[in-house]
């Protein structure tokens, strides 16, 4: 089936430096979300994004946190500058938005786990 | 604001056996609700949805029916594989921003079948 790619799977980074986690969407599709799941809690919605503008951020989205799908490469999620409590594993998504049964479906990622030092 | 609860957070079962995993869930908008299935180092995947009130949805050996009168969306199984082992998260979207809106959660169970 459609395969979200997530790169690079793990990061191991320093408190208050910059990271910027990547996601290959499924080809054609429009809408792009990131989730954050802190270790033995449930997946949390993060921010979806459609036509180069974020649609909808959670309270989770933090003033840090960015997002960007520049010229159609990489679906982005930039958290400058890092705290301690940003470690956990964050999924990326994308679903087609463009009609038929499958438009609401949101295909995941393996997932981005990030270890703030 | 909306609420999944997944009352089992681990479920260990003999091959064979029938298996079910609960889900209830609150909102006060549409309701599309899903289940997802994740298995070790993969990625979340689609194992069924419905938004239809008192349907029957079926994939891959697996059904649920949305009961919107009890907010539940139950996955079942009748006869469980060790290959069903695996995270299961049940998972509501309120249709709030159409058919791109955030989904919410609920804290996963986790399927052990054993031999």
């Known amino acids: 089936g459609p395969k979200v790619l997530q790169i690079p799977s793990h990061q191991i980074i320093d408190m208050g430096q910059m990271v910027t986690l990547n996601c290959d969407p499924v080809?054609?599709?429009?809408?792009f979300y990131w989730y954050k799941q802190i270790l033995g809690q449930q997946m949390e919605f993060l921010v979806n994004?459609?036509?180069?503008?974020?649609?909808?951020k959670s309270k989770l989205f933090k003033d840090q946190f960015s997002v960007e799908r520049p010229d159609g490469s990489y679906f982005t999620l930039k958290i400058q500058p890092t705290a301690l409590e940003d470690s956990a594993v964050y999924f990326c998504?994308?679903?087609?938005?463009?009609?038929?049964?499958?438009?609401?479906?949101?295909?995941f990622g393996p997932g981005t786990r990030l270890l703030v030092l | 604001g909306d609420s999944v609860t997944q009352t089992e957070g681990l479920v260990t079962l003999t091959e064979g056996l029938p298996v079910m995993l609960n889900c209830t869930y609150q909102?006060?908008?549409?309701?599309?609700l899903f289940w997802y299935v994740q298995h070790l180092n993969e990625a979340p995947k689609l194992l069924l949805k419905?938004?239809?009130?008192?349907k029957r949805t079926e994939h891959q050996g697996f059904h649920a029916t949305l009961h919107k009168s009890s907010s539940s969306f139950h996955l079942q199984k009748s006869s469980a594989q060790l290959s069903d082992s695996a995270l299961y998260y049940c998972?509501?979207?309120?249709?709030?921003?159409?058919?791109?809106?955030?989904?919410?959660f609920g804290s996963g169970t986790k399927v052990i079948v054993l031999p």
């Open positions: 998504a994308s679903s087609p938005g463009t009609g038929g049964l499958n438009q609401d479906t949101q295909y």
């Open positions: 080809s054609n599709h429009l809408y």
């Open positions: 994004f459609y036509n180069g503008k974020v649609m909808e």
């Open positions: 909102t006060a908008y549409s309701t599309f």
């Open positions: 419905s938004s239809t009130d008192n």
């Open positions: 998972a509501l979207s309120d249709g709030q921003t159409g058919f791109a809106s955030a989904l919410t």
